[in-house]
């Protein structure tokens, strides 16, 4: 399978992806999946490669295969994120709250390392949640939803 470019994060069902309220910006929850091509992110394979050589991926099949699907999806949800925060006209140090759902919180260590490569500076505030499953399939191991503060132009 091949990486295709990252989209603006697309609802898999009838729900706006995002609104805006005033000056706030909410984000529905963005899981690994390409709704237009109908795939879900599984691993570095699924990634461009060079987001794939940033996260660490070593060639190895027994390191690669227990870490790249983590770190593939949480590169592929913050990468939603940033897509759908700038087509709502900002940045993601805009976004000043996560809600991060795992489904197994032994991944957490594995998500905030790519979080910090889209949150070099000050993080924004967070809450971690375990679930026991999500959307639309057991493949998927994460969902991050985010809010941003966007001030409109007058």
Known sequence: MTATPPT??????RYAAWRRA?????????????????????????????AAQLLGRTGEFSTDIKEGPILA?????LEGIRCTIEAAGGRMSDVFKLVQYFK????FPHYSRVRKLFFPGEPPA??????????????ILIEVEATAWLPLKT
């Open 73 to 77: 999806q949480s590169w592929a949800v």
């Open 126 to 139: 967070s809450t971690v949640v375990e679930v026991s499953g999500m959307l639309p399939t057991p493949d």
């Open 8 to 13: 603006q994060a697309q609802p898999l069902a």
């Open 104 to 107: 197994n919180l032994d991944h």
């Open 22 to 50: 005033g000056d706030f910006v909410f984000l529905s929850g963005v899981i690994a999946v390409d709704p237009a091509a109908g795939r879900i992110v599984r691993g570095y394979d699924d990634i461009p490669p060079e």
